[in-house]
């Protein structure tokens, strides 16, 4: 498996971006995928999965500003983030997310940073 994350940057609070992970070495189409974020000092929490139908959820500190979406023909999944705030600023993690029992077990891209100033 392979993911890799594009798009980070720095931004001004209010300002958007938008994320893409390209997966290789996969079936993509059958994956659930997820965004993931660690801010220093923090545990990395998730921010945004889509099920492999398209199934969105978000983290409720997210939700009305982020998007996830996916591109199964481009093997590409995408974080459209708009209306930063500088809370958001953190690294952001691609993952291939497989459900195990009650939990989920992850494959990690290496991380496109973001930083949102105010």
């Known amino acids: 498996v392979q993911l890799v994350e594009s798009g980070g940057g720095l931004v001004q609070a209010g300002g958007s971006l938008r994320l893409s992970c390209v997966a290789s070495?996969?079936?993509?189409?059958?994956?659930?995928m997820g965004w993931y974020r660690q801010a220093p000092g923090k545990q990395r929490e998730l921010v945004a999965r889509i099920s492999a139908s398209g199934s969105p959820n978000y983290a409720d500190s997210v939700k009305g500003r982020f998007t996830i979406s996916r591109d199964n023909a481009k093997n590409t999944v995408y974080l459209q983030m708009n209306s930063l705030k500088p809370e958001d600023t953190a690294v952001y993690y691609c993952?291939?997310?497989?459900?195990?029992?009650?939990?989920?077990?992850?494959?990690w891209g290496q991380g496109t940073r973001v930083t949102v100033s105010s």
């Open positions: 070495r996969i079936i993509f189409s059958i994956n659930a």
């Open positions: 993952a291939r997310d497989i459900r195990e029992g009650s939990g989920w077990s992850h494959y």
